[in-house]
């Protein structure tokens, strides 16, 4: 009976007194929304708008998307003001642009009282769990303590000749297809590959080939968990029967096997001795992570509530393997699609790589030199940012813009990346067009708050600057082994599918140049 009642009590709090007492808070001080309905909130609204917003593909190769893949975004800031409010669920969605306020939020003084809600962890428990990315409190500072080392400028210098080496693979699979079937080629699956294998080789001491079942298996479950989470706003539903469930859990239960695997074998190769260095840390994240967990087993430093348990180790590998993945790929596959359409950039970046690089793979020392590579990534972060929303809940009230804005706790502040890195009020008139040299070095840098690609903030990406340094290595060595064209076949229609991306690919047409001194 006290179960009983405990039940009734949290439903009756989640779903009507904490909303009740949000709404009250808000419209206290103006933020206004579109009326919510019972327990669906806003939901239909949001799919019906991008419904039909990304029905059909884009008219022209305009990068003026906003009101195609935040269309509601678009429709209440127009009728509320910039700070709205809308329901996701039972999960209220405030709506914040102000710079000011967004820097605040993502500042450390709200680091350990903001984080990721139940339905954001819910939605990717299963592909994702308790890695760092949906972590939160004591647990995610751990985590992040352990796995940030992998990811310092001195360790990334180690990763660039595996980078070379895969771009050179990549660059080889591109001349065969290009000698085996034209020069018509769909960059983005290419750019997936390769960024699986660098994540692949430079952290789990794996390759693409091997790892390849575990990306099929991620991204399967992460097309499942999407489709059975849709009615997770439904109290208790995440308990009732569903026909993916048993699918999520077969597909879940083989990932794991493969990742223990994997764990297992290196685990072995350690204590063989046969670690390519002395140190843990040589060995990249997987290494970091393996010296942890048997922190943890002695009962060190990294033991307690907080430290590495075997299915934690799991949980983080899965993380990396989908936060390094994807996000990199993308940029990768949009920086190709600009470029294509842009050959006057294009030129620029290669004669820059060819003169940095003097014909050969880039270096450590090379990559910082790469100043025009380095505005046209930033400018594609802008235009097409992999992750177009950043969502922080507060777990107590919090203040903002010295009490301009009080967030009730429980409610999620929602950040619209897109539309602040397509602001004409930041950018200028040009907001929407392709312009690198906006990133140019002397040149203003853009407002604190208004360039988030990684957020920001203690909480911001771990891997950035691994990310920039792989993007940097692949696009000098495509763009010094070819031109790229973009292909007639090419459809303009980028679609928010958790991260921005090109619904029908990105084909290009590649013209092989001489290959480069090896
Ligand atoms: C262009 C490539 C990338 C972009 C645009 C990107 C973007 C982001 C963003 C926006 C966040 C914050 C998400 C949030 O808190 O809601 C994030 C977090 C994260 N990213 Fe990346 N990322 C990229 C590449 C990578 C790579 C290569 C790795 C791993 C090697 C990585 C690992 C992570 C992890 C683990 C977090 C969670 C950090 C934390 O919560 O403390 N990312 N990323």
């Known amino acids: 009976l006290l179960l009983v009642a405990k039940a009734v009590w949290v439903t009756v709090s989640c779903y009507y007194l904490t909303p009740a007492r949000i709404r009250r808070v808000l419209a206290s001080q103006g933020v206004r929304g579109p009326p919510p309905r019972p327990l669906v909130g806003n939901l239909r609204d949001v799919s019906a708008l991008v419904a039909e917003s990304t029905a059909a593909d884009m008219a022209s190769l305009s990068h003026d998307i906003v009101a195609r893949l935040l269309p509601h975004y678009v429709l209440w800031s127009n009728t509320y003001g910039r700070r709205f409010v809308y329901w996701y669920g039972s999960e209220p969605r405030v709506c914040v642009t102000e710079a000011g306020m967004v820097r605040e939020l993502l500042s450390s003084r709200h680091a350990h009282v903001t984080g990721k809600s139940w339905l954001q962890r819910q939605g990717a428990k299963h592909f994702i769990g308790r890695g760092l990315l949906m972590a939160n409190g004591a647990t995610w500072s751990h985590q992040r303590h352990v796995v940030a080392p992998a990811f310092m400028a001195d360790r990334l210098k180690g990763r660039v000749?595996?980078?070379?080496?895969?771009?050179?693979?990549?660059?080889?699979?591109?001349?065969?297809?290009?000698?085996?079937?034209?020069?018509?080629?769909?960059?983005?699956?290419?750019?997936?590959?390769?960024?699986?294998?660098?994540?692949?080789?430079?952290?789990?001491?794996?390759?693409?080939?091997?790892?390849?079942?575990?990306?099929?298996?991620?991204?399967?479950?992460?097309?499942?968990?999407?489709?059975?989470?849709?009615?997770?706003?439904?109290?208790?539903?995440?308990?009732?029967?569903?026909?993916?469930?048993?699918?999520?859990?077969?597909?879940?239960?083989?990932?794991?096997?493969?990742?223990?695997?994997?764990?297992?074998?290196?685990?072995?190769?350690?204590?063989?001795?046969?670690?390519?260095?002395?140190?843990?840390?040589?060995?990249?994240?997987?290494?970091?992570?393996?010296?942890?967990?048997?922190?943890?087993?002695?009962?060190?430093?990294?033991?307690?509530?907080?430290?590495?348990?075997?299915?934690?180790?799991?949980?983080?590998?899965?993380?990396?393997?989908?936060a390094g993945h994807e996000t990199s790929a993308l940029l990768l596959t949009w920086a190709i699609m600009l470029l294509a359409t842009h050959p006057a950039w294009q030129d620029k970046a290669r004669a820059e790589v060819a003169a940095v690089c003097g014909g050969g793979a880039p270096s450590p020392d090379s990559l910082p030199k790469l100043a025009v590579l380095q505005?046209?990534?930033?400018?594609?972060?802008?235009?097409?940012?992999?992750?177009?929303?950043?969502?922080?809940?507060?777990?107590?009230?919090?203040?903002?813009?010295?009490?301009?804005?009080?967030?009730?706790?429980g409610a999620s502040v929602w950040i619209p990346v897109l539309a602040i890195h397509h602001d004409e009020g930041a950018w200028g008139r040009d907001a929407h067009e392709f312009r690198p040299d906006r990133f140019a070095p002397g040149r203003p840098r853009p407002p604190a708050g208004a360039f988030l690609p990684f957020a920001a903030g203690p909480r911001n990406c771990v891997g950035q600057a691994y990310a920039m340094v792989e993007a940097k290595v692949a696009l000098a060595m495509l763009l010094s082994s070819f031109r790229f064209a973009i292909s007639d076949e090419y459809r303009h229609a980028p679609v928010n599918v958790l991260t921005l991306r090109p619904r029908h690919g990105v084909p290009v047409r590649l013209l092989p140049l001489p290959p480069p001194r090896p």
């Open 161 to 322: 000749g595996h980078m070379v080496e895969c771009t050179r693979q990549t660059v080889r699979a591109l001349r065969d297809a290009v000698a085996r079937s034209g020069n018509e080629v769909e960059i983005g699956a290419h750019m997936a590959r390769l960024a699986g294998d660098v994540i692949a080789r430079t952290e789990f001491d794996t390759s693409y080939e091997t790892g390849k079942r575990i990306f099929l298996l991620i991204e399967e479950l992460q097309r499942l968990t999407a489709r059975s989470s849709r009615y997770l706003w439904v109290p208790g539903s995440q308990y009732f029967p569903s026909k993916y469930r048993r699918e999520i859990k077969r597909l879940n239960g083989e990932l794991e096997r493969l990742l223990k695997e994997s764990i297992d074998r290196s685990r072995e190769i350690a204590d063989e001795g046969r670690t390519p260095s002395a140190s843990p840390c040589g060995r990249g994240l997987l290494g970091m992570l393996l010296a942890e967990m048997e922190k943890k087993e002695a009962g060190g430093n990294g033991g307690g509530e907080v430290g590495y348990d075997a299915q934690m180790m799991i949980d983080e590998c899965k993380t990396f393997f989908f």
């Open 375 to 409: 505005m046209v990534i930033n400018e594609t972060l802008r235009l097409y940012p992999p992750a177009t929303l950043l969502p922080r809940m507060a777990f107590e009230d919090i203040e903002l813009g010295g009490g301009a804005l009080r967030v009730p706790s």
